[in-house]
T-cell receptor, first 116, second 108 residues
């Protein structure tokens, strides 16, 4: 299994507060991704990174920012949390060099965030 | 834009076969993935198709037709542990776009 962890695993916060979720990998994979998963919507990409300090938006990026200052860590920040951001957040990693043609993504255990 | 459709739920009996269909209309295509996700857990990789045809991996097989925008995942000799959600995802430009997932329930 890919060495990928997420912290915290559970968090309850109040509307308007800032929240940062951390994804940490020990696989030296180049690509890192943040998804949210909600009933009826499946997994939706928030932001992704293709290298240190190189990030781009996904399909649901509004209200979220990311940072990647070193290969192993990818941070997701909710600047001012809203109830619509209550969700399960998954981090994933991949690397086309080590994975070959498949370039499959490996997922972390997830963070359950509740915004009251 | 991306449009990926798969059935919401399917139920089958232990030992039987189930086929989960996935149709897609996407702006780019570099392959199609299937993931399995048990309740409360992370998705795990099952299969990847980039060329037309059938890929077999033990009890699981996946088929792709690029001209029809169609894939299916075939689960044979169903076991209780196969009760899970199965996610179809289109790969393009190093990103995955997922369908909403199909929940498969295996009954004894």
């Amino acid at each position: 299994d890919a060495g990928i962890t997420q912290s915290p695993r559970h968090k309850v916060t109040e509307t308007g507060t800032p929240v940062t979720l951390r994804c940490h990998q020990t696989e030296n994979h180049r690509y890192m991704y943040w998804y949210r998963q909600d009933p009826g919507h499946g997994l939706r990409l928030i932001h992704y990174s293709y290298g240190v300090k190189d990030t781009d938006k996904g399909e649901v990026s509004d209200g979220y920012s990311v940072s990647r200052s070193k290969t192993e860590d990818f941070l997701l920040t909710l600047e001012s949390a809203t109830s619509s951001q209550t969700s399960v957040y998954f981090c994933a990693i991949s690397d086309p060099v080590t994975s070959g043609s498949a370039n499959e993504q490996f997922f972390g255990p997830g963070t359950r965030l509740t915004v009251l | 834009g991306q449009n990926i459709d798969q059935p919401t739920e399917m139920t089958a009996t232990e030992g039987a076969i189930v086929q989960i269909n996935c149709t897609y209309q996407t702006s780019g295509f570099n392959g199609l993935f299937w993931y399995q996700q048990h309740a409360g857990e992370a998705p795990t990789f099952l299969s990847y198709n980039v060329l037309d045809g059938l890929e077999e991996k033990g009890r699981f097989s996946s088929f792709l037709s690029r001209s029809k925008g169609y894939s299916y995942l075939l689960l044979k000799e169903l076991q209780m542990k196969d009760s899970a959600s199965y996610l179809c995802a289109v790969y393009s430009d190093y990103k995955l776009s997922f369908g909403a997932g199909t929940t498969v329930t295996v009954r004894a």
